[in-house]
């Protein structure tokens, strides 16, 4: 044992400095087919490194709550995320997601397409959820036409 090295984390996931914080969500759900009537959204979400190999996304809102895992597979050569709510039992299909930057925004897709995207100030997080037409889990190269609106917001940071 003396003799392991683990591996060195991967300088990608430095890119996604920008969530670290304790953020206040204020958006809305749209009105849609598979999910019903639209509603507010409050609560509150937060970012922080596990340790540097992964970071903990939180979570407590309208739609639940939970937690969410986050690293950097060099194989895919991406990020990738596992998360947990109280929405339902963990499945592979329904609770993974694949992400990459694209600019300054972070993509992840799933079952939803959530695309996070900070101010230039750092003090708010404007944020789009689209869900899969199909409601299964779909890939980074999923064409527009396959997701639905569903809902948007914005953080705002509340801790220095």
Known sequence: MADYQPPKPSPELKKLNF???KWKLAGTMKETAQFGPGMELEGWHSWEWFNEYFMVH???QELGEGIEYIGWEEARNSFYSHYFDNNG???ED???YEGEMRGKNYVICGP????????DDG???HFTSEGAKSMRRQGLDAPDSEWFDWMEGTFTKTDA
């Open 58 to 60: 939180r979570w407590k």
């Open 19 to 21: 969530l670290v914080g």
């Open 123 to 125: 003090k708010t997080l």
């Open 89 to 91: 039992p963990y499945d």
């Open 94 to 96: 329904g609770s993974t």
């Open 112 to 119: 939803a397409r959530i695309t996070y995207t900070p101010s």
